[in-house]
Nanobody
Framework: QLRLVESGGGLVQPGGSLRLSCTAS????????IGWFRQAPGKEREGVSC????????NYADSVKGRFTISRDNAKNTVYLQMNSLKPEDTGVYYC?????????????????WGQGTQVTVSS
């Protein structure tokens, strides 16, 4: 069974940091692009960041540029999302997703393996 499992979410104060992990089981991430998405209460799910196979190309939503960093460790079959300077508007459920491809895409329907999500709450 192909699975992605997110971890690392929690409650943090504004200005704080969290590191999310996305670990694959049942397959190797080497040939997959990985995207991070989030869904705030009452809003549609949106793209946050994406990383290509090698980790040499990344992209970010404008709202998180300069604060979030995506990276991958293929030896550990894991992708990370380092989130710094967190704001209340970063609150939501964060999902990682995988697609067998070379280049990142922001189109959610093109990702065919999804994790169950991890809750991030930014509040004082």
């Amino acid at each position: 069974q192909l699975r992605l499992v997110e971890s690392g979410g929690g409650l943090v104060q504004p200005g704080g940091s969290l590191r999310l992990s996305c670990t694959a089981s049942g397959f190797t991430l080497d040939y997959y692009i990985i995207g991070w998405f989030r869904q705030a209460p009452g809003k549609e799910r949106e793209g946050v960041s994406c990383i290509n196979r090698s980790g040499g190309s990344t992209n970010y939503a404008d709202s998180v540029k300069g604060r979030f960093t995506i990276s991958r460790d293929n030896a550990k079959n894991t992708v990370y999302l380092q989130m710094n300077s967190l704001k209340p508007e970063d609150t939501g459920v964060y999902y990682c997703a995988a697609r067998w491809d070379r280049l990142c895409t922001p189109i959610q329907l093109e990702y065919n393996i999804w994790g169950q999500g991890t809750q991030v709450t930014v509040s004082s």
